[in-house]
T-cell receptor, first 112, second 108 residues
């Protein structure tokens, strides 16, 4: 069966520090991968999506970047965190075609 | 302006009531999703639709491709249905767009 792993669950980082959040999917190949952010009390905001290795589409210009070094690995990074980067970050995947989403459990990031 | 619009933004119902949440979108899509987010943040996929209607237990989702509109219905609502319900669309290129969500509170 397919599973998605996202870690860490919570993270407190100082302003200006780097960030690396990792997401891996098991049990499928060539998934569409997504990174979302949800600010407190707000809806989901698509940050990046990838339809294949090395293929990254960015939806919102910001302080973050994403990479897909392997088929089932999606990484969200920042060189220097800002206070405004605080939020709930969710990774998700879908199979290519008309399939539903599966979300990771999320990472709650607080930048202090 | 979000390409995916949900209504209402907030909804309070009494236990047992029939609930409808609406979603309208503005561009051609390959699929529409209804998601449920609980207070802890976890998100569960409820339905994926490309046409017609789907039913799962007390939940029913419909989509009208021509009108670019979808509805999520909950029959015999229960307090445990209290959550944020999110409509999301996919394009063939893999892009997804999310509505801002509908916060549902079902009172006993």
């Amino acid at each position: 069966s397919q599973t998605i792993h996202q870690w860490p669950a919570t993270l407190v980082q100082p302003v200006g520090s780097p960030l690396s959040l990792e997401c891996t999917v098991e049990g499928t190949s060539n998934p569409n991968l997504y990174w979302y952010r949800q600010a407190a009390g707000r809806g989901l905001q698509l940050l990046f999506y990838s339809v294949g290795i090395g293929q990254i589409s960015s939806e919102v210009p910001q302080n973050l970047s994403a990479s897909r070094p392997q088929d089932r690995q999606f990484i969200l990074s920042s060189k220097k965190l800002l206070l405004s980067d605080s939020g709930f970050y969710l990774c998700a995947w879908t199979a290519s075609g008309p399939y539903g989403y599966t979300f990771g459990s999320g990472t709650r990031l607080t930048v202090v | 302006k979000n390409e995916v619009e949900q209504s209402p933004q907030n909804l309070t119902a009494q236990e047992g009531e029939f609930i409808t949440i609406n979603c309208s979108y503005s561009v051609g899509i390959s699929a529409l999703h209804w998601l449920q987010q609980h207070p802890g943040g976890g998100i569960v996929s409820l339905f994926m639709l490309s046409s017609g209607k789907k039913k799962h237990g007390r939940l029913i989702a419909t989509i009208n491709i021509q009108e670019k509109h979808s509805s999520l219905h909950i029959t015999a609502s229960h307090p445990r249905d209290s959550a944020v319900y999110i409509c999301a669309t996919n394009t063939n290129a893999g892009k997804s767009t999310f509505g801002d969500g509908t916060t549902l509170t079902v009172k006993p």
